[in-house]
């Protein structure tokens, strides 16, 4: 189903309420100065925080917003732009129709005319990802292409895959990704190979067989990890024997990331986020339900030296990658409404500020920033 309108960018900023140590909040009660010129235009960029000067629990800005009947699955960020995907939730919302989009828009604002659509009707999207400077969408049926995506432009990669790219993890330098090319459901015999692209060649590093339904995949260092939803495995690139099984006991594993040193589980049944070494399963919590003030973890994104959680309340979190308190970035009602990330990740990351989806109505989509 196409998008039934796109609304024109604009600049919003919610309310905050905490300031930094040299500012007081303004005379009148209302919020900082929101960076908003009287024109309408935005002179906020994106290393800054709306013109607050807040430190915690900040003021949010809009990138631009969507209104449609697909479900926003899965956020990027490069280092000028933030992609977001949709498509239509299947009937039995446990996967993703046949029908999706791929948008994007500056960081600094979407034009007037809307969302730009990099990738429209009749194609199935897959995954998006990236690391703040680098980003790569993927389409698993129609055209089955792996996109290089910059400056708010598509590249297609010279990659062979025998069905299609599943599953990505952006590292440092090298792109690794996960090709499906027998069984794409559980039960049914699941074979897979892992490739490396490095920019100018194409490497397989592995392949995967088994009955376990792959729903995340990620590199730390020359380890690649495949998550199902009970079971964790591992393996060392390249990888020339069977991949070993971490854990088969995962009760409800929603989310897997990683700092670049250790893994980040969201597990849903038990309404937490966990870390483990890689060298074996050996869960400690980081936040729980009573850290959460009562909330569901809703998505985890780890980035070298901070955790960033979203919960049900509408509170998006940062915490140490060692311990937490949780550190709150911003509270907004439109991100308790977001469905639980299944199917991606729906925050991304830079040097200066998270970005993040929001949702009103059942259908309109806001795609948020706010400032570290």
């Known amino acids: 189903m196409r998008p039934r309108h796109l609304v024109m960018a604009s600049v919003i900023v919610g309310a905050c309420r905490s300031y930094g140590t040299d500012e007081a909040p303004p005379a009148d009660g209302g919020v900082p100065d929101s960076g908003v010129a009287p024109d309408g235009s935005s002179d906020v960029t994106p290393e800054g925080d709306g013109g607050s000067g ?18 926003v699955y899965a956020l990027a960020v490069d280092a000028t732009h933030v992609y977001w995907m949709s498509a ?8 993703l129709g046949n029908n999706g989009h791929l948008y994007a828009c500056p960081k600094t604002g979407c034009p007037t005319s809307g ?5 429209g009707d009749g194609q199935t999207p897959g995954t998006l990802a990236g690391n703040g400077t680098r980003a790569y969408a993927s389409f698993v049926f129609g055209f089955r292409k792996l996109l290089a995506l910059k400056s708010g432009t598509t590249e297609m990669l010279p990659v062979t895959a025998p ?53 995340d995949f ?58 483990s070494p890689t060298t074996a399963f050996a869960p400690t919590e980081l936040i729980g339900p009573g850290a959460l003030g009562n909330a569901d973890p809703l998505d985890v994104y780890a980035t070298k030296g901070a955790v960033y959680v979203s919960t049900t309340n ?59």
């Open 54 to 71: 807040c430190t915690a629990d900040c003021p949010a800005v809009e990138i631009g917003s969507i209104t449609t009947s697909e479900l």
């Open 88 to 95: 239509e939730p299947s009937q039995d919302g446990d996967s």
């Open 115 to 119: 969302p730009i659509s990099l990738v």
């Open 163 to 215: 069905l299609a790219v599943s599953r990505f993890a952006v590292g440092e330098s090298n792109l690794h990704y996960l090709a499906l090319y027998t069984g794409v459901d559980s039960g049914s015999p699941f074979n897979s190979e892992t490739l490396l692209w490095n920019g100018s060649a194409q490497t397989s590093i592995g392949t995967y067989a088994g009955t376990a339904n792959v729903t």
């Open 218 to 275: 990620t590199v730390v260092g020359n380890q690649q990890f495949l998550g199902s939803y009970a079971s964790l495995f591992a393996c060392d690139v390249p990888c020339t024997s069977a991949w070993g099984t971490l854990s088969t006991s995962i009760t409800g594993l929603a989310s897997l990331t990683t700092d670049g040193t250790s893994l980040f589980l969201r597990i849903r049944e038990q309404h937490q986020v966990v870390r």
């Open 314 to 372: 509408g509170d998006l979190f940062s915490c140490s990658p060692t311990s937490c308190p949780p550190k709150p970035l911003v509270h907004d009602a439109n991100l308790g409404a977001m469905p639980s990330a299944n199917f991606g990740t729906t925050i991304g990351v830079d040097d200066q500020a998270v970005y993040y989806v929001g949702l009103t109505s059942g259908s309109t989509w806001h795609i948020m920033r706010v400032a570290k």
